[in-house]
């Protein structure tokens, strides 16, 4: 093998690896932390803290001798080689941990030492490659360090997960480790010796300006929080899809191998042109276009790639000689932390919705190069500079009432009517500012406040009309006759409102002919009336309305937010109408229950899914180990499975047979006559006590045996795929 490919099969395995690790090791901590959203963004910004110390580290290697370097490095990796196997360390944490704050103490110790030693792979093997071969690009070596990241990204979801368990995967990442070990250590065999050596790490090239590394910072910033901005938006505003988050981070990735390829073309033309699809796509898109959920995904994706491969090609055309190159490297990772801090951390804190993919995009539309001029129109810029600020106060203006236009009836302008007039007007102004930095800012600003903008304002200034949290956007909505819950897209509550005893009837999937509505009314008739019921999952606190007095419940919530808005906002009464003063356990419903006292439940109900995404955690084998132990020998335990997107029906039935369970299902169909507020549902019932479910089908409904899938394998902590679940 030539030494030129041993270091880009070495940069290329470092970062496959780095990819493979990390939803790896997010799922390992999911059953001790729980919280799936928010396990995943707290280890991200964890990934990507690493990521920052690994090139600092990289950087600090350049002030001595690259045969130095290797021998520093090689026993860097041979330190963090004593936390393989990797996984998790042994740590009790409190039912009511913090991802926020307890996955960077956990990760941090678990894989910090192997995540640090080979996030430095790539500056250190490219800074070590310009020594071994002076003269030669290190830069295209970039490109193959995030073709593996990509790599590593892809191949977890669709190879991994689904083919190997947890401890399975981590014997293949660590015997990876191993391969990029040797491959290092024939990388530091290629370094030129004695003076040479020396010679090579004092940089002679001139030293970056402050501005200069500044606006690399930022050009890095933009790419990042977009990535993640673009993830919760579309998971929210559009379509909760599962594995939707591999497309924008895949995106992203991507973008570095085009950006910083040695064959020009493509990236230059995606830069070039990157401005007129920034107005286009970015302009239309806070709105969207009704009723086409994948058109939107696609057009926001396609907006993110067109982002980060321009502005990290203007990063790249700014980049340092070789021996600056470690320096450039750290700027970058810096900027690509910031962005993540600010869409994963701050975001959620400063605002009510997705407010930061907008304010991104404005930031795309000023630092993109305005390279397309379109040469007719160049001429209404030509002259002194009054001229151009004439130029720009006209085109301010004339946003400004196309503004006033179409924000005078939102509705209506949302149902289509002056759309395409206006669209064609900032298509227009759109030819004229090209290549002309802040009129084009201007007119893109224009265009997110027309399509979308000024309405998802109108709705913040409402107060509790919507609420964000670490684990997603919540919005009320509705009319004088029903209230709603929406979590992003999907419905989590409805109340029909207008008297006492409208808002005391169950709707959506809680209905009385629904799976979890004739269990509860079978309450009293199976359990007496001292039941004891447990909810994992609040809603709008529906379920509370079929309490009776004497009984005791026990509602489960990870998200504080989702409280506020059931119990103490009044836009909804289910509780104080219905269970004036609930017991409310806030964190990890898992976590909780593996801290109550065994037999203390008769029946619980299992409702706990953000928007369409399945929290892994809860439905597996040791998952339903921990319900049987909490319930009563004749306990009923309600599982909730509607989904439009996985088909659910198969990990409960291989759950029910490994656990020795007897289950049924109650697929509930509103008919044409059904009251208001009704909503199609899924509930699977389950007891370890054969005559609890016959007595629960006696008393009417559809209930049907479950289906089990040939050859599907139970979920555990230790595997699970949601792959062959995908409807």
Same mark, same amino acid.
């Given at each position: 093998?030539?030494?030129?490919?041993?270091?880009?099969?070495?940069?290329?395995?470092?970062?496959?690896?780095?990819?493979?690790?990390?939803?790896?090791?997010?799922?390992?901590?999911? @059953?001790?932390?729980?919280?799936?959203?928010?396990?995943?963004?707290?280890?991200?910004?964890?990934?990507?803290?690493?990521?920052?110390?690994?090139?600092?580290?990289?950087?600090?290697?350049?002030?001595?001798?690259?045969?130095?370097?290797?021998?520093?490095?090689?026993?860097?990796?041979?330190?963090?080689?004593?936390?393989?196997?990797?996984?998790?360390?042994?740590?009790?944490?409190?039912?009511?941990?913090?991802?926020?704050?307890?996955?960077?103490?956990?990760?941090?110790?678990?894989?910090?030492?192997?995540?640090?030693?080979?996030? &430095?792979?790539?500056?250190?093997?490219?800074?070590?490659?310009?020594?071994?071969?002076?003269?030669?690009?290190?830069?295209?070596?970039?490109?193959?360090?995030?073709?593996?990241?990509?790599?590593?990204?892809?191949? *977890?979801?669709?190879?991994?997960?689904?083919?190997?368990?947890?401890?399975?995967?981590?014997?293949?990442?660590?015997?990876?480790?191993?391969?990029?070990?040797?491959?290092?250590?024939?990388?530091?065999?290629?370094?030129?010796?004695?003076?040479?050596?020396?010679?090579?790490?004092?940089?002679?090239? @001139?030293?970056?300006?402050?501005?200069?590394?500044?606006?690399?910072?930022?050009?890095?910033?933009?790419?990042?929080?977009?990535?993640?901005?673009?993830?919760?938006?579309?998971?929210?505003?559009?379509?909760?899809?599962?594995?939707?988050?591999?497309?924008?981070?895949?995106?992203?990735?991507?973008?570095?191998?085009?950006?910083?390829?040695?064959?020009?073309?493509?990236?230059?033309?995606?830069?070039?042109?990157?401005?007129?699809?920034?107005?286009?796509?970015?302009?239309?898109?806070?709105?969207?276009?009704?009723?086409?959920? *994948?058109?939107?995904?696609?057009?926001?994706?396609?907006?993110?790639?067109?982002?980060?491969?321009?502005?990290?090609?203007?990063?790249?055309?700014?980049?340092?000689?070789?021996?600056?190159?470690?320096?450039?490297?750290?700027?970058?990772?810096?900027?690509?932390?910031?962005?993540?801090?600010?869409?994963?951390?701050?975001?959620?804190?400063?605002?009510?919705?997705?407010?930061?993919?907008?304010?991104?995009?404005?930031?795309?539309?000023?630092?993109?190069?305005?390279?397309?001029?379109?040469?007719?129109?160049?001429?209404?810029?030509?002259?002194?500079?009054?001229?151009?600020?004439?130029?720009?106060?006209?085109?301010?203006?004339?946003?400004?009432?196309?503004?006033?236009?179409?924000?005078?009836?939102?509705?209506?302008?949302?149902?289509?009517?002056?759309?395409?007039?206006?669209?064609?007007?900032?298509?227009?102004?759109?030819?004229?500012?090209?290549?002309?930095?802040?009129?084009?800012?201007?007119?893109?600003?224009?265009?997110?406040?027309?399509?979308?903008?000024?309405?998802?304002?109108?709705?913040?200034?409402?107060?509790?009309?919507?609420?964000?949290?670490?684990?997603?956007?919540?919005?009320?909505?509705?009319?004088?006759?029903?209230?709603?819950?929406?979590?992003?897209?999907?419905?989590?509550?409805?109340?029909?409102?207008?008297?006492?005893?409208?808002?005391?009837?169950?709707? &959506?999937?809680?209905?009385?002919?629904?799976?979890?509505?004739?269990?509860?009314?079978?309450?009293?008739?199976?359990?007496?009336?001292?039941?004891?019921?447990?909810?994992?999952?609040?809603?709008?606190?529906?379920?509370?309305?079929?309490?009776?007095?004497?009984?005791?419940?026990?509602?489960?919530?990870?998200?504080?937010?989702?409280?506020?808005?059931?119990?103490?906002?009044?836009?909804?009464?289910?509780?104080?109408?219905?269970?004036?003063?609930?017991?409310?356990?806030?964190?990890?419903?898992?976590?909780?229950?593996?801290?109550?006292?065994?037999?203390?439940?008769?029946?619980?109900?299992?409702?706990?899914?953000?928007?369409?995404?399945?929290?892994?955690?809860?439905?597996?084998?040791?998952?339903?180990?921990?319900?049987?132990?909490?319930?009563?020998?004749?306990?009923?335990?309600?599982?909730?499975?509607?989904?439009?997107?996985?088909?659910?029906?198969?990990?409960?039935?291989?759950?029910?047979?490994?656990?020795?369970?007897?289950?049924?299902?109650?697929?509930?169909?509103?008919?044409?006559?059904?009251?208001?507020?009704?909503?199609?549902?899924?509930?699977?019932?389950?007891?370890?006590?054969?005559?609890?479910?016959?007595?629960?089908?006696?008393?009417?409904?559809?209930?049907?045996?479950?289906?089990?899938?040939?050859?599907?394998?139970?979920?555990?902590?230790?595997?699970?795929?949601?792959?062959?679940?995908?409807?």
């Amino acid at each position: 093998m030539s030494t030129p490919l041993i270091f880009a099969v070495a940069i290329l395995a470092g970062s496959f690896l780095l990819f493979l690790v990390q939803p790896m090791v997010a799922r390992m901590a999911l @059953p001790r932390l729980g919280g799936a959203p928010a396990v995943w963004n707290s280890a991200m910004l964890v990934y990507q803290a690493l990521l920052l110390g690994g090139y600092a580290y990289a950087h600090a290697l350049g002030r001595i001798p690259v045969r130095a370097q290797a021998l520093v490095h090689v026993s860097v990796l041979a330190i963090a080689a004593l936390w393989l196997p990797i996984g998790l360390i042994a740590m009790d944490l409190p039912a009511d941990a913090q991802p926020a704050l307890w996955v960077p103490w956990l990760l941090g110790l678990s894989i910090g030492p192997l995540f640090f030693a080979i996030s &430095a792979q790539a500056p250190l093997l490219q800074r070590w490659f310009s020594a071994a071969h002076p003269g030669r690009d290190p830069y295209a070596l970039y490109a193959a360090s995030n073709l593996g990241s990509f790599g590593g990204l892809i191949a *977890y979801p669709l190879l991994v997960e689904p083919g190997l368990a947890l401890d399975a995967q981590s014997a293949v990442w660590s015997a990876g480790y191993a391969l990029v070990a040797v491959l290092v250590i024939s990388c530091a065999l290629a370094l030129p010796c004695g003076e040479k050596a020396v010679a090579v790490t004092v940089p002679t090239s @001139p030293a970056p300006a402050t501005r200069t590394i500044g606006h690399w910072i930022l050009l890095a910033f933009v790419p990042s929080g977009m990535m993640l901005a673009t993830t919760t938006y579309i998971t929210t505003d559009i379509v909760a899809m599962p594995l939707l988050w591999v497309i924008p981070l895949g995106l992203y990735l991507l973008s570095f191998s085009i950006a910083f390829a040695a064959n020009r073309v493509l990236a230059d033309a995606i830069t070039r042109f990157a401005p007129l699809q920034i107005l286009l796509f970015g302009g239309v898109m806070v709105g969207g276009f009704q009723g086409m959920p *994948y058109f939107n995904a696609g057009v926001a994706l396609t907006l993110l790639f067109t982002i980060s491969v321009c502005l990290h090609t203007t990063m790249y055309r700014q980049r340092p000689a070789a021996d600056r190159l470690t320096g450039f490297y750290l700027a970058m990772s810096l900027g690509g932390a910031l962005g993540g801090v600010f869409a994963a951390l701050v975001a959620p804190v400063l605002f009510d919705w997705t407010w930061e993919y907008p304010l991104l995009v404005i930031a795309a539309g000023l630092l993109a190069p305005q390279e397309l001029v379109i040469a007719p129109l160049a001429f209404l810029w030509r002259g002194d500079a009054q001229r151009q600020r004439i130029m720009t106060l006209a085109v301010a203006l004339a946003v400004g009432l196309l503004i006033v236009t179409a924000t005078r009836d939102v509705a209506a302008f949302q149902a289509g009517q002056g759309r395409g007039a206006a669209f064609a007007v900032i298509v227009a102004l759109g030819l004229v500012v090209l290549g002309r930095r802040w009129p084009f800012a201007i007119l893109l600003s224009g265009a997110l406040v027309i399509f979308g903008g000024f309405q998802a304002a109108m709705i913040s200034w409402q107060g509790d009309a919507r609420t964000r949290s670490y684990f997603g956007i919540y919005t009320v909505g509705g009319n004088d006759r029903v209230r709603q819950l929406s979590h992003g897209t999907t419905v989590h509550g409805t109340q029909l409102i207008g008297s006492p005893e409208r808002e005391r009837m169950p709707t &959506a999937y809680y209905v009385p002919g629904s799976g979890i509505g004739q269990a509860m009314r079978a309450l009293p008739e199976f359990y007496g009336q001292r039941a004891r019921v447990g909810v994992v999952g609040l809603g709008a606190g529906t379920l509370a309305c079929y309490a009776h007095p004497g009984q005791d419940w026990r509602l489960y919530e990870i998200d504080p937010a989702m409280v506020r808005i059931a119990r103490d906002t009044g836009q909804f009464s289910f509780l104080s109408r219905c269970l004036p003063d609930p017991t409310i356990v806030i964190g990890d419903a898992r976590l909780n229950l593996a801290t109550q006292s065994a037999d203390s439940l008769d029946l619980l109900a299992l409702d706990a899914f953000s928007s369409d995404s399945v929290p892994m955690h809860l439905m597996t084998r040791e998952a339903f180990a921990s319900y049987d132990r909490v319930l009563a020998p004749n306990g009923l335990l309600l599982v909730h499975i509607s989904n439009r997107f996985l088909d659910l029906e198969p990990v409960v039935a291989a759950a029910a047979t490994a656990g020795g369970w007897s289950a049924v299902k109650l697929l509930y169909r509103p008919g044409p006559k059904a009251p208001e507020g009704e909503t199609v549902s899924a509930w699977v019932a389950l007891s370890r006590d054969k005559a609890v479910i016959a007595q629960l089908k006696s008393r009417g409904g559809s209930w049907q045996p479950l289906n089990p899938r040939r050859g599907f394998t139970p979920w555990t902590d230790d595997y699970s795929t949601i792959l062959p679940l995908l409807k």
